[in-house]
């Protein structure tokens, strides 16, 4: 069975702070995992993804995620916010299951980036 | 590749009324998800489909949400009758379990306000 928790549902920082959003999951096989963001009234983009590879991943827009497996963590960092960043934000994690791909979302965290 | 697309992008129709939404996946994914958002519940899988079969109808919220798959390049979700608490953004999605290991791309949605 997998599963992904989104430790905040809000997050509030200053433009020019870092960004820290938290996300812990678990899986029985070895996951693929991804952010997600939404902006108001858009659709979802994808963020970053994680897969196996180097455990460090860079995404667009200066967001980066470290893949931890002892802490099963994968939490998105940003050295510095911009007022473009507030959105939700969606962690994934994807494996196999019974043979089929099987994904599931956090719930989400808001992140507000006050000027 | 257009990317997932979805039609129509907004249905405001009476409770009572049939609805279709309608999703086009990227060509040769072979998964297609149908999703449901709403600021009470987050976003929802509703169901997934592999190679036009469904395997996970789960998440869909009651008889009157039933979900189609006739081909490759083409879905349907219809809800019948419709209801006022229907009112939410669908997403569909689509992913291919070959390539990038579970990242889906999202078409924009349809906003249904049910009257």
């Known amino acids: 069975a997998q599963s992904v928790t989104q430790l905040d549902s809000h997050v509030s920082v200053s433009e020019g702070t870092p960004v820290l959003l938290r996300c812990n999951y678990s899986?029985?096989?070895?996951?693929?995992l991804f952010w997600y963001v939404q902006h108001p009234n858009k659709g979802l983009q994808l963020l970053l993804k994680?897969?196996?590879?180097?455990?460090l991943v860079k995404g667009i827009n200066g967001f980066e995620a470290e893949f931890k497996k002892s802490e099963t963590s994968f939490h998105l960092t940003k050295p510095s916010a911009h007022m473009s960043d507030a959105a939700e934000y969606f962690c994934?994690?994807?494996?196999?299951?019974?043979?089929?791909?099987?994904?599931?979302f956090g719930t989400g965290t808001k992140l507000q980036v006050i000027p | 590749d257009a990317g997932v697309i979805q039609s129509p992008r907004h249905e405001v129709t009476e409770m009572g009324q049939e609805v279709t939404l309608r999703c086009k996946p990227i060509?040769?994914?072979?998964?297609l998800f149908w999703y449901r958002q709403t600021m009470m519940r987050g976003l929802e899988l509703l169901i997934y489909?592999?190679?036009?079969?469904?395997?996970?109808d789960s998440g869909m919220p009651e008889d009157r949400f039933s979900a189609k798959m006739p081909n490759a390049s083409f879905s349907t979700l219809k809800i019948q009758p419709s209801e006022p608490r229907d009112s939410a953004v669908y997403f569909c999605?689509?992913?291919?379990?070959?390539?990038?290991?579970?990242?889906?791309?999202f078409g924009p949605g349809t906003r249904l306000t049910v009257l």
């Open positions: 994934v994690v994807s494996d196999r299951d019974g043979g089929y791909q099987k994904v599931t």
């Open positions: 489909f592999n190679n036009n079969v469904p395997i996970d």
């Open positions: 994680y897969t196996s590879a180097a455990t």
């Open positions: 060509s040769g994914h072979d998964y």
């Open positions: 999605a689509s992913s291919s379990r070959t390539g990038g290991r579970g990242e889906q791309f």
């Open positions: 899986s029985s096989y070895s996951p693929s």
